[in-house]
C-alpha cells in the first residue's frame, strides 16, 4: 500500500477511535478524575459528577473545597472561553481575506493592488488570531490540569491528615 493509501486509511478509521468505551471502573474516592461510561466522559470527586464540556473545565462544583483549585478552573474556563472567541474571529477573517485575494486576482477590473493587498492583509490577521486563540485553549489545557493536581493534592494531604 503506498503512502496515499496508507494516509486515507487512518483518516477514514481515525473517527472510530473516539467510539471507544473504558470496561474499568475505579474505586471511589476523594480524589478527582476523569471516568468514561458508555462512552461518555464525566469528572469524578467520590460520589460526585460532572459531565465534560466541549471546553475545559466544568467541575468547579466538585473542587470548591480548595480555593485554589477552583480559581484555577475559573481561571482555565475563561482562558478558554477567549480562545474559543479569537479562534472564530480569525477563522472568520482569514476566510474574507482568502477570498478577497482570490477574487483580486482572478477579477480583471479589480487591476488595483490594494485589493489584494487588503485581502492578504486579512488573511494574515486572522492566522495571527487564529494562532493566539489556538494558544489561549492550549493554556487553559494546562490551567485545568493544574486545577486537577491542586485538589488532589490537597485531598491526598487531608486523607494523609486523617490517617495520623
Same mark, same amino acid.
Given at each position: 500500500?503506498n503512502?496515499?493509501?496508507?494516509t /486515507?486509511? =487512518?483518516?477514514l478509521?481515525l473517527?472510530?477511535a473516539?467510539?471507544a468505551?473504558?470496561?474499568?471502573r475505579p474505586?471511589s474516592?476523594?480524589l478527582?478524575?476523569?471516568v468514561?461510561e ?5 469528572w ?6 460532572a459531565? =465534560?464540556?466541549?471546553?475545559v473545565?466544568?467541575?468547579g %462544583?466538585?473542587?470548591? %473545597? ?6 484555577a478552573?475559573?481561571e $482555565?474556563?475563561?482562558?478558554a472561553?477567549w480562545g474559543?472567541? /479569537? ?7 482569514a476566510a474574507?481575506?482568502? $477570498?478577497? $485575494?482570490? *477574487? ?7 487591476? %488595483? ?8 492583509? *486579512?488573511l /494574515? ?6 494562532i493566539?486563540?489556538?494558544?489561549g485553549m492550549?493554556?487553559?489545557r494546562?490551567r485545568?490540569?493544574? $486545577?486537577?493536581?491542586?485538589?488532589? %493534592?490537597t485531598?491526598w ?8
Open positions: 500500500m503512502r496515499a493509501g496508507r /486515507l486509511v =487512518v483518516a478509521l473517527p472510530v473516539g467510539c468505551s473504558s470496561r474499568y474505586m474516592t476523594p478527582l478524575r476523569k468514561q458508555s462512552g461518555i466522559e464525566h469524578e470527586a467520590g460520589d460526585r459528577r459531565p =465534560v464540556g466541549i471546553f473545565g466544568g467541575f %462544583d466538585l473542587v470548591k %473545597d480548595v480555593p485554589e483549585s477552583a480559581e478552573v475559573r $482555565a474556563e475563561s482562558t472561553t474559543f472567541v /479569537l479562534t472564530m474571529v480569525g477563522s472568520t477573517l474574507f481575506g482568502a $477570498a478577497e $485575494a482570490t *477574487l483580486a486576482g482572478f477579477d480583471e477590473s479589480m487591476v %488595483d493592488d490594494r485589493t489584494g493587498l487588503f485581502g492578504t492583509g *486579512l /494574515l490577521g486572522g492566522l495571527g488570531f487564529l493566539g486563540g489556538a494558544l492550549l493554556d487553559a494546562a485545568e490540569l493544574d $486545577a486537577v493536581n491542586l485538589f488532589n %493534592d485531598m494531604l487531608r486523607l494523609q491528615g486523617e490517617r495520623l
